[in-house]
């Protein structure tokens, strides 16, 4: 964004907050089945689209002879989860890596993660990042933090992050939110 561009910009109107993320998965049953299994998700519904040579093109923008299989997960107490399975003769199938444009990953909270992390460690197909770390003071925000990364079955980055130990954290999203955003919500709707 150059500087001439910033004054030109306007928040989105009407945003409450975040419904859901999506992540395109190499196969649809293996990803759900780790979700449900290993996370504790709820598959909700499973819908399909495509081929559509103008549809898809215009409203995914994908190649037109894709198809896609998706299923939403409900991922209490706060997230929502809609795994995509594309088919298309111009599918990538390698995932970008944390570096690349486009890396991404998803983060849960955990009460310990040194537990978790041995569940991880027996779970198929999981591979765990290194060791438990603990942010120290080079970041003192979160000092005390203790953080892994670790690699799905079919190549997702997750983190698990266990914030107990923080002094003094910043005011992330969290609990306390989601009861005030919920009450705002009733309220505006009884008005």
């Not at 999981?126 to 080079?138: P, Q």
């Amino acid at each position: 964004m150059t500087a001439a561009n910033e004054g030109t910009l306007r928040r989105l109107p009407g945003l409450r907050h975040t419904d859901h993320v999506g992540l395109t998965v190499p196969n649809l049953e293996d990803a759900i089945r780790f979700f449900v299994e290993v996370l504790g998700a709820e598959e909700l519904y499973r819908s399909q689209r495509g081929p559509d040579p103008e549809f898809m093109p215009t409203n995914f923008d994908v190649p037109a002879d894709a198809r896609l299989t998706l299923a939403m997960l409900r991922l209490p107490p706060n997230l929502n989860i809609e795994l995509f399975e594309w088919r298309s003769a111009e599918r990538r199938e390698t995932p970008p890596r944390h570096c690349d444009a486009g890396g991404h990953h998803l983060c849960f909270v955990v009460d310990d993660v040194d537990e978790a992390v041995a569940v991880l460690q027996e779970t198929p197909g999981v591979r765990v990042l290194g060791e438990r770390k603990e942010v120290a003071g080079d970041s003192p925000r979160v000092a005390g933090n203790r953080w892994t990364y670790f690699i799905t079955p079919w190549g997702l980055l997750m983190e698990i992050v266990d914030r107990s130990r923080v002094a003094s954290p910043p005011r992330l999203v969290g609990p306390a939110d989601w009861t005030a955003t919920h009450d705002t919500s009733r309220k505006d709707n009884e008005q």
